[in-house]
């Protein structure tokens, strides 16, 4: 079958982020800052305590927060991660559904990990909020059954980033920088998750919920002598404990700049992230000179990769670097998102930013426009209670000065373009960096390989490896035509194919955020014409149509109607089977064989569209069309599985869709030459 839901990507490239230059103010004389202060205590197991009074809302916040070091959890990564799930979720006291309806009608959120509990709400109900916290949070009841569905909830998200180029690419990148046995480089797999029993969870718990380096700030409109007595009855209980230090030897950078290179056959677009690993404290001299030199370079909308990448060159939605600081070992990082045909080049730009701030003193302007943006930042910041309660938590546990935050924006305006350019060479490197790509090898690697930098190959968990091979020749004797009639073969031979006059689909599928599963349905003729929908409930999403004579995408009630190029594309994504005349087409091509979801496939170009069957099988694994939209080149992939017979023809029940994320339709009912009038096309 011909992939029916191109125009879908049109509704979910609106989740796509695009990022604006918005002007930042520029403060004739900096302000004034006055930071309140909290009011703290400690208790004698060690709980340290902050109060932040502030009563100009009727709300309270609380935040219990573990200081604890970071540790590495080895075969059994994931303990924490299900242990973050199991608190509080019922406790000796309260069931988990008793919990939660109480939480509901208080109107308060309560949410727990395994170094952190917060809650907030009113603060008429501040007692009752920090005594359901409290409760979630010490009293937790570790059950099997919960256990079991937390445990199978993780096993299904890992199976689900298996094909996700960005969650690979986040995984492998963890893994050079850090290490995969430094706690910053392991990751979650199947084969660890189910490692993990409950007594490891349990085991976990006891040994890092402790008190001895844990801070409870309270913020909002309480009396901190009142709170004293709660916080004292609540937690006064919780056993004295310290959690184990574990100290790891600092990750190092690699040896020389180098591309470290993951394929990714059914990547759309490539992942670039150009790494070091920093070790950068708030306290450190040049701290306020590396977040603005981060902010010249790619902290937002007006920084230089953004510039670059996209405004000048339009390769991308978006390019940003980020600077690591804190207690423990960090990363710098500059990253985009594009499509395959530019990925060399990005890699240059990149190259060619870093090297420029490295080098060259930045201007005097864009270094006044990121003290702006700061300080802005920082004063609107200010107003807010929770700011002023972080910043006390910041100075405790970062060992900051006690005028750390009152210095704030005189530290910032002292910088100076030197500073800028110092900063930039000691924490962006330009030896020892890690290019890191994924992408699709067939397209990428050719290109990325000629930019003359040592390039190395790894696996989708960081594992080194031989270079692979990205596509194979055609073995002798197989043809377009060959290709196309073992795949008609094997969906039920032509006959039965040929005698298809219309398919009806039904099926599911979710998105990110979406409340509850959208409802998917597709009728489709032999005559070439298509109606494809998304709906919620009985409010329909997005409709695309096409007919005899127009096409057309309605929208959130907006239409749009397509002519030209883009009439004729979608006329011929209408086709049911288009292989029963591809054969004959002029311009289409056998393009060797490449590795789709992990199985050899013959790939023939029509156009701007490919398509893939697979050697063994013939059935079709996937299509990848490439189209223009909002000036930007678009590749969208759809994978084809679970095929089943229906009347005589084998039609796949699960149909994937890359639309900047993965669209999972999973096909409940398939009808043959039934279900389908003309009126579903006008």
Known sequence: MKKTIYILSSLFLTLVSQGQVIPQPTPTSPPTIKIGKSSNFELKNGLKVMVVENHKLPRVSYSLSLDNMPYAEGDKKGVADITSELIGSGTTKTSKDAFNEEVDFLGADIRFSSNAAVASG???????????????????????????????????????????????????????????????????????????????????????????????????????????????????????????????????????????????????????????????????????????????????????????????????????????????????????????????????????????????????????????????????????????????????????????????????????????????????????????????????????????????YFDKYGTSIEKPVFKKETPAGVTIKSVLDNYISAIGGEKVVKSIKTIAMVGSTVIPQAPSPLTFTSKADSQGKLNVELAMGTMSIMKQVVNESSAYVLQQGQRKDFEGTELSEMKDSAILFPELQLAIKEGVTLDGIETINGSDAYAIKDGKTTLYYDVTTGLKLADAKTTDQGGKSITQVTNFSDYREVKGVKVPFNIIQNVGFELDIKISDIKINEGVTAADFK
């Open 122 to 456: 009113l603060s008429k109900y501040s007692g009752r909020i920090l005594e359901l916290m409290a409760d979630g949070a010490l009293n937790t009841v570790f059950n099997q059954e919960e256990f079991d569905k937390i445990k199978a909830k993780l096993l299904e998200g890992i199976k689900t980033q298996e094909k996700s180029v960005a969650a690979v690419a986040g995984r492998v990148e963890d893994v050079l920088a850090f290490g995969v046995n430094h706690p910053s480089g392991e990751f979650l797999s199947a084969e660890s998750i189910n490692k993990v029993s409950l007594q490891d969870a349990v085991a976990n718990y006891n040994t890092n919920f402790v008190p001895g380096n844990a801070y409870l700030i309270v913020v909002g409109d309480v009396n901190t002598k009142e709170v004293k007595k709660m916080v004292t009855k609540l937690f006064g209980s919780w056993a004295k404990g310290v959690a184990p230090q574990t100290a790891y030897p600092d990750p190092k950078n690699a040896l020389q700049t180098q591309i470290d290179f993951v394929d990714m056959p059914n990547a759309v677009q490539s992942e670039i992230s150009v790494v070091n690993t920093i070790n950068l404290k708030m306290t450190d001299k040049q701290y306020f000179a590396a977040i603005l030199a981060n902010q010249i370079l790619g902290g937002g909308g007006e920084g230089r990769l953004f510039l670059n990448l996209r405004e000048k060159h339009g390769w991308t939605y978006g390019a940003y670097s980020n600077v690591g600081s804190g207690k423990y070992v960090e990363k710098f990082r500059s990253s985009t998102s594009v499509r395959n045909a530019v990925t060399d080049s990005s890699v240059v730009e990149i190259l060619s930013e870093l090297r420029k701030i490295r080098t060259e003193i930045v201007s005097a302007d864009d270094l006044k426009n990121a003290k702006a943006k700061y300080i802005g930042n920082f004063v609107m910041q200010i107003e807010k209670p929770t700011t002023v309660a972080r910043y006390a938590l910041n100075t405790e546990t970062q060992n900051l000065p006690a005028d750390f935050y009152e210095n704030y924006i005189k530290n910032i305006n002292a910088v100076t373009v030197e500073d800028i350019k110092s900063a930039a060479n000691r924490f962006f490197l330009a030896d020892n960096i890690r290019i890191v790509v994924v992408g699709k090898g067939s397209e990428v690697a050719p290109a990325l390989e000629k930019l003359e930098i040592p390039m190395f």
